[in-house]
T-cell receptor, first 119, second 111 residues
Framework: EADIYQTPRYLVIGTGKKITLECSQTMGHDKMYWYQQDPGMELHLIHY???????EKGDLSSESTVSRIRTEHFPLTLESARPSHTSQYLC??????????????????FGPGTRLLVL | EDQVTQSPEALRLQEGESSSLNCSYTVSGLRGLFWYRQDPGKGPEFLFT???AGEEKEKERLKATLTKKESFLHITAPKPEDSATYLC????????????FGPGTSLSVIP
């Protein structure tokens, strides 16, 4: 079982507030990701990181920012929450898994998610 | 453009009624194909990784297979606790960074 944690699990907040969603993993994985998922819809990558001091934007435009000061920690921040930010946010991390003689492969492990409601 | 589609969108089965879920993909070379299970309000739970055509993986009542263009998740004699959304995802050889997820198949197993 993957050891990746997200807090809070649920958050209801007013428009204009600054929020930080926490994600931590104890597996020593270098790569970490943030996805956004609306109910019944696909996961969309919003940020990822190769390791400490590395952050990259994903495919889905997002007004959030991330930081990676420690390997195990990858928080996501919204400076000014809006109702359009209402969604589920999923954090994931990956290990490089290789087969002998082949290129490295990756499997992503997910946290339980944070459900955000902005009023 | 790399793409993943899944069918059917939703599937209702009687307990014990075996069936298969389909994942079709278009990528410029496959690095890996992943199957996940997602329960409502939770994060996806990893099930399988498949790397090359002809490969098969099994776990309890689930069996995943892979061809050059699609993957199947076979569910044998399902139980109500198998009810969940099953997600397929692919990583292209040209992408060391990103995994593309399909929309999922919502499975309901009726007692």
């Amino acid at each position: 079982e993957a050891d990746i944690y997200q807090t809070p699990r649920y958050l209801v907040i007013g428009t204009g507030k600054k929020i930080t969603l926490e994600c931590s993993q104890t597996m020593g994985h270098d790569k970490m990701y943030w996805y956004q998922q609306d109910p019944g819809m696909e996961l969309h990558l919003i940020h990822y990181s190769y390791g400490v001091n590395s952050t990259e934007k994903g495919d889905l435009s997002s007004e959030s920012t991330v930081s990676r000061i420690r390997t195990e920690h990858f928080p996501l921040t919204l400076e000014s929450a809006r109702p359009s930010h209402t969604s589920q946010y999923l954090c994931a991390s990956s290990v490089l898994g290789g087969r002998s003689g082949g290129p490295p492969k990756e499997t992503q492990y997910f946290g339980p998610g944070t459900r955000l409601l902005v009023l | 453009e790399d793409q993943v589609t899944q069918s059917p969108e939703a599937l209702r089965l009687q307990e014990g009624e075996s069936s298969s879920l389909n994942c079709s993909y278009t990528v410029s070379g496959l690095r890996g194909l992943f199957w996940y299970r997602q329960d409502p309000g939770k994060g996806p739970e990893f099930l399988f990784t498949l790397y090359s055509a002809g490969e098969e993986k099994e776990k309890e009542r689930l069996k995943a297979t892979l061809t050059k263009k699609e993957s199947f998740l076979h569910i044998t004699a399902p139980k109500p606790e198998d009810s969940a959304t099953y997600l397929c995802a692919v990583q292209a050889l040209t992408s060391y960074d990103k995994v593309i997820f399909g929309p999922g198949t919502s499975l309901s197993v009726i007692p």
